[in-house]
């Protein structure tokens, strides 16, 4: 059964500048520690990724899965859906952007995953990983986005 998790952090920069950086996939490697590797296998008639394969670092050892994005509510949602996973069953999710209250150049974050495992692992270690995995890529896409000004 999936666990949903959600996370949010404030980022010092504006919506589209904090979209910008999560939709430059390949350059994941370059600031999502536990990934290794990026590639976009299939793009829509604007350009944008569709389908991109990961490589990524977990539980001890590698795992590839590959996500497929949705733009419906692009700027302000990034959605994605496993389309294949080799240790994954469910591997969903989405990036909320909202113009923070107190500061419009501001972009409250918003992180929602829901994680299934072939393996069973138990609950308390899942909840475990989930939270670092939230935390971890929250901190990190505020680092390369207010470290990284257009």
């Known amino acids: 059964m999936a666990e949903q998790a ?13 979209f910008e950086v999560l939709t430059d996939f390949e350059a ?16 829509d ?3 944008r990724a569709l389908v991109v394969e990961f490589r990524a670092a977990a539980m001890g050892r590698s795992t590839t899965y590959r996500l497929r994005y949705d733009y419906r509510d692009a700027p302000r949602r990034l959605g994605w859906q496993l389309d294949e996973g080799d240790i994954q ?3 969903d ?6 113009p923070s209250a107190d500061d ?5 974050v918003g992180y929602e995953l829901s994680v299934d495992l072939i393996m069973p ?3 308390f270690v899942k909840r475990r990983a989930e939270a670092r995995i939230l935390k971890t890529a929250l901190d990190e896409l505020k680092a390369r986005v207010e470290g990284q000004r257009a």
Do not use: F, N, S
Request: some cysteine.
């Open 6 to 18: 959600r996370e949010h952090i404030t980022i010092d920069a504006p919506v589209p500048r904090c």
């Open 28 to 43: 994941y490697p370059e600031w999502a520690g536990d990934l290794k590797e990026a590639r976009v296998l299939e793009r």
């Open 45 to 47: 008639e604007q350009g």
């Open 89 to 91: 069953r469910e591997l």
């Open 93 to 98: 999710g989405a990036y909320t952007l909202e």
């Open 104 to 108: 419009p150049q501001a972009t409250e």
């Open 121 to 123: 692992i138990p609950g």
